[in-house]
C-alpha cells in the first residue's frame, strides 16, 4: 500500500512528511517533500533482519556530455508511477523471499545539487539478498517507472535524455540476466 502524505507538526512549524504505512512490508511514494531516509532505514530495520541496504540517488552537478547542471526538476505520471513502484518491490519479493522490507521512495519537484532524489531501502536476513534485491529495485525503478528529469545549468535547460524506453516490470532487461 503506498504511503501518503500528513501534515505533522514540528518543533519549528507544520510541514507535510511521508511516512512509512501503518501495516505491510513495502513503502513505496512520489512526493515533493524532502525524502526521510533515516525513517526509511528505522523502518525497513526489524529483528528478522540482518542486513538494511540503502540507496541513495542524488542530483549532481554533471551528466552524460553535460556540466556545470545546477539543479534538476523531476516530473511523475503518480497514478502510474506509484504502481509500478508497488510493481517493483513485488517482483523483487518474488525473486528474493526471504526480504524483510522495501522502501522504494523518489521525489518529484526542483531539486538542487546534494538532494536525494530517490532511496532504495532494502532489509533481508542477510547481506547477499538485500544488496541484490536493492541493485534489482533500482535498476528496474529506472527502466520501468514513469519519472522524468529536466536539467538544469547556468545556459538553459533541458530533459535528460533515456537511452530506453520504459519496460513493464515484469518484461526481461535489454541488459541483465533473469532470475
Do not use: Q
Not at 60 to 71: A, C, E, I, K, N
Not at 89 to 99: G, I, L, N, Q, Y
Not at 150 to 175: F, I, Q, T
Request: net charge negative.
Amino acid at each position: 500500500m503506498p504511503a501518503s502524505p500528513r501534515t505533522v507538526a514540528g518543533v519549528f512549524s507544520s510541514m507535510t512528511v511521508v511516512l512509512p504505512p501503518a501495516t505491510g512490508l513495502d513503502w513505496v511514494a512520489i512526493t515533493p517533500e524532502p525524502l526521510p531516509t533515516d525513517l526509511a532505514t528505522t523502518w525497513a530495520t526489524t529483528s528478522r533482519a540482518g542486513a538494511v541496504v540503502c540507496f541513495l540517488g542524488v542530483v549532481r552537478d554533471h551528466s552524460d556530455g553535460r556540466s556545470g547542471v545546477t539543479s534538476l526538476t523531476y516530473e511523475a505520471y503518480e497514478p502510474e508511477a506509484t504502481r509500478r513502484l508497488a510493481d517493483v518491490a513485488t517482483e523483487a519479493r518474488r525473486r528474493w523471499p526471504e526480504v524483510e522490507r522495501i522502501a522504494l521512495l523518489h521525489r518529484i519537484g526542483d531539486l538542487d545539487l546534494s538532494e536525494a532524489s530517490v532511496a532504495v531501502v532494502v532489509s533481508a536476513p542477510h547481506r547477499e539478498a538485500a544488496f541484490d534485491a536493492g541493485r534489482f529495485s533500482i535498476d528496474t525503478l529506472k527502466e520501468t517507472v514513469p519519472i522524468w528529469k529536466r536539467e538544469h545549468w547556468a545556459g538553459g535547460s533541458d530533459w535528460a535524455e533515456c537511452g530506453h524506453p520504459l519496460r513493464e516490470v515484469g518484461a526481461p532487461a535489454a541488459n541483465s540476466p533473469a532470475r
